[in-house]
């Protein structure tokens, strides 16, 4: 079974701190991407990353994909209360067309 | 916003019951997926249809059931409710449904009393 662990669940901080969100998984994923969902919406699209390695930058938000393919980090600089909501990667793995969210990290920034 | 429209909005009903969600995906989007979200669960993928086909499914009940319509707009209809099934359901819609990125739609609260 395929399987996106991430860490933390849950995360608190206070304005102006940095955090990373861990997405880690044993299957290869051919892109990885990661989502922002706030209360009672859909999940929005915040990045998609392909290439083992890469690393792409998105504002406060620093995005990388593993070179083995099989996890990504989410890096927020300076977090403030609008970062505030759940965090999902998501992905299928190479072969399937199966896409998996991840297991999400609800975090609060507080002002 | 994603583009990809859902209705209703909010669904109650009782056990035993059936209800049919509906979602129209972004203009030339062919691929259309359904997941659901509960509080204690994550969101877990249900089936995805392309172009009236369907393609792949997931942790989808033999008690629920999806079609997608020549027009491309999907259906997913919930039988035999349970009080368990009370949940939010997304639909997403992507171009061609091979692991591109997906929009979603505003979900359907569906609360089973």
């Known amino acids: 079974t395929q399987l996106l662990e991430q860490s933390p669940q849950f995360l608190s901080i206070q304005e102006g701190e940095n955090l990373t969100v861990y997405c880690n998984s044993s299957s290869v994923f051919s892109s990885l991407q990661w989502y922002r969902q706030e209360p009672g919406e859909g999940p929005v699209l915040l990045v998609t990353?392909?290439?083992?390695?890469e690393v792409k930058k998105l504002k406060r938000l620093t995005f990388q994909f593993g070179d083995a393919r099989k996890d990504s980090s989410l890096h927020i600089t300076a977090a403030q209360p609008g970062d505030t909501g759940l965090y999902l990667c998501a992905g299928a793995s190479s072969g399937t067309y199966k896409y998996i969210f991840g297991t999400g990290t609800r975090l609060k920034v507080l002002a | 916003d994603s583009g990809v429209t859902q209705t209703p909005k909010h669904l109650i009903t009782a056990t035993g019951q059936r209800v049919t969600l509906r979602c129209s995906p972004r203009?030339?989007?062919?691929?259309v997926y359904w997941y659901q979200q509960s509080l204690d669960q994550g969101l877990q993928f249900l089936i995805q249809?392309?172009?009236?086909?369907?393609?792949a499914k997931g942790n989808i009940l033999e008690r629920f059931s999806a079609q997608q319509f020549p027009d491309l707009h999907s259906e997913l209809n919930l039988s035999s409710l349970e009080l368990g099934d009370s949940a939010l359901y997304f639909c997403?819609?992507?171009?061609?449904?091979?692991?591109?990125?997906?929009?979603f739609g505003p979900g359907t609260r569906l609360l089973v009393l």
């Open positions: 990353v392909v290439t083992g390695g």
């Open positions: 203009s030339g989007d062919l691929s």
């Open positions: 249809y392309y172009n009236g086909e369907e393609r």
């Open positions: 997403a819609s992507s171009a061609q449904g091979n692991q591109e990125t997906q929009y």
